[in-house]
């Protein structure tokens, strides 16, 4: 089974600095996706950025970026300019595509704070 | 991405009573599933719905306790059978438009049990 860890339960950062979130994941399969989704208090779970392990580039939208270390296992989500409206929870997720239909598996969360 | 459309928002329930929760997509999608996130935790999947037939339950959630139907590719409802104040939660259903393809939510049922 696929696990998914985030380290950082909270973090925090100033208005126009940059900030990563780390997360990490356990699995033995070469074909996955990788997600990032945030969470602002109005409870919506909305999608950031995703990764195909296939893919060697690093996604990018907007201000979201990530760092794809494959071997590592690691998934670390950076946001260049942070905004107010950042302000929210953000959970990593798994997906291995497949007869099991798409199926995600969370991390735990990182509460992020972006401070005026 | 699919709008979705969750009902209701919230509610407030007595112990012992059942809820059913819906969930309307603007158009036809692959898969739907459901989740609970607790107080302050992450989500968990309770199950995939599947069209026309029984969902499929993640262990730990059972049929009789959280009943769901799919009739169609657009539609599907969440029932919370038998309430105690442990189901206080948010329930979310999500949707994949086609497969491989990323999971988007609905905006979530926050739900509390007296």
């Known amino acids: 089974a696929q696990t998914v860890t985030q380290s950082q339960p909270e973090m925090s950062v100033q208005e126009a600095e940059t900030v990563t979130l780390s997360c990490t994941y356990d699995?033995?399969?070469?074909?996955?996706?990788l997600f990032w989704y945030k969470q602002p208090p109005s409870r919506q779970m909305i999608l950031v950025i995703r990764?195909?392990?296939?893919?060697?580039q690093n996604a990018t939208e907007n201000r979201f970026s990530v760092n794809f270390q494959k071997a590592a296992k690691s998934f670390s989500l950076k946001i260049s300019d942070s905004q107010l409206g950042d302000t929210a929870m953000y959970f990593c997720a798994f997906m291995k595509p497949g007869t099991s239909g798409s199926r995600l598996t969370f991390g735990e969360g990182t509460q992020l704070t972006v401070n005026p | 991405s699919a709008v979705i459309s969750q009902k209701p928002s919230r509610d407030i329930c007595q112990r012992g009573t059942s809820l059913t929760i819906q969930c309307q997509v603007d158009s036809q999608v692959t898969m739907m599933f459901w989740y609970r996130q607790q107080p302050g935790q992450s989500l968990t999947l309770i199950a995939t719905?599947?069209?026309?037939?029984?969902?499929?339950?993640e262990s730990g959630f059972v049929i009789d306790k959280f009943p769901i139907s799919r009739p169609n590719l657009t539609f599907s409802t969440l029932t919370v059978s038998n309430m105690s104040p442990e189901d206080s939660s948010i329930y979310l259903c999500?949707?994949?438009?086609?497969?491989?393809?990323?999971?988007?939510f609905g905006d979530g049922t926050r739900l509390s049990i007296l």
């Open positions: 719905a599947n069209q026309g037939s029984e969902a499929t339950y």
């Open positions: 699995t033995s399969e070469s074909n996955y996706y």
């Open positions: 990764q195909e392990a296939y893919k060697q």
């Open positions: 999500s949707v994949v438009g086609q497969l491989g393809g990323p999971q988007h």
